[in-house]
């Protein structure tokens, strides 16, 4: 299993541009979720989905976009960047069992808006 | 709201010296806890978890016991080594969302 990958590594976006975050993961969890983690302030949600067709605010949505057509992908989409939007990116899968919730997270993709 | 509050950092320890982190949550109904670490320039992973009051989460030598009556989760080590050097998050889940700490930072110097 490769689990969670997220494409690209790194970006730079001029101020106005949009771009899409990729994320997939291969595991079938229905739970997915993207992250912001900003320098001292830990991880704060932007958005997540409890399957396909189902997506969710989080804390931090505005400004961003989701959709989640198959099980596998969750991608992010960033309109009119702006500066406060640079950030390090984290999507993640949920496993839920008897034994209790595990998330798995990707690289991240770490994104500067100048 | 649901919360977690970790003690602040950055921690920088010897080597083989006793490591606590401290963290403690609100949270409405039954949360499980977790504590993830961050390696520079990765993902976070799952460290351990706990999903009752009074379960103890163990691994790779770091323990951490959910109290209910003191809200708390804390991270503990007998003997810390130079590759425990990693942000450690304290991490709650309610429903659907998970709610992290804001990290702490800790460096083992040998």
């Known amino acids: 299993n490769a689990g969670v990958t997220q494409t690209p590594k790194f970006r730079i976006l001029k101020i106005g541009q949009s771009m899409t975050l990729q994320c997939a993961q291969d595991?079938?969890?229905?739970?997915m979720y993207w992250y912001r983690q900003d320098p001292g302030m830990g991880l704060k949600l932007i958005y997540y989905s409890v399957g396909a067709g189902i997506t969710d605010k989080g804390e931090v949505p505005n400004g961003y976009n989701v959709s989640r057509s198959t099980t596998e992908d969750f991608p992010l989409r960033l309109e009119l960047a702006a500066p406060s939007q640079t950030s390090v990116y984290f999507c993640?899968?949920?496993?839920?069992?008897?034994?209790?919730?595990?998330?798995?997270f990707g690289p991240g993709t770490r994104l500067t808006v100048l | 709201g649901d919360s977690v509050t970790q003690m602040e950092g950055p921690v920088t320890l010897s080597e083989e010296a006793f490591l606590t982190i401290n963290c403690t949550y609100t949270?409405?109904?039954?949360?499980?806890l977790f504590w993830y670490v961050q390696y520079p320039g990765e993902g976070l992973q799952l460290l351990l978890k706990a999903t009752k009051a009074d379960d103890k989460g163990s691994n790779k030598g770091f323990e951490a016991t959910y109290r209910k009556e003191t809200t708390s989760f804390h991270l503990e080590k007998g003997s810390v080594q130079v590759s425990d050097s990693a942000v450690y998050f304290c991490?709650?889940?309610?429903?659907?969302?998970?709610?992290f700490g804001t990290g702490t930072s800790l460096t083992v110097i040998p």
């Open positions: 949270a409405t109904g039954y949360p499980s």
């Open positions: 993640a899968s949920r496993h839920r069992s008897l034994g209790g919730d595990t998330q798995y």
């Open positions: 991490a709650l889940i309610t429903g659907n969302q998970f709610y």
């Open positions: 595991m079938n969890h229905n739970y």
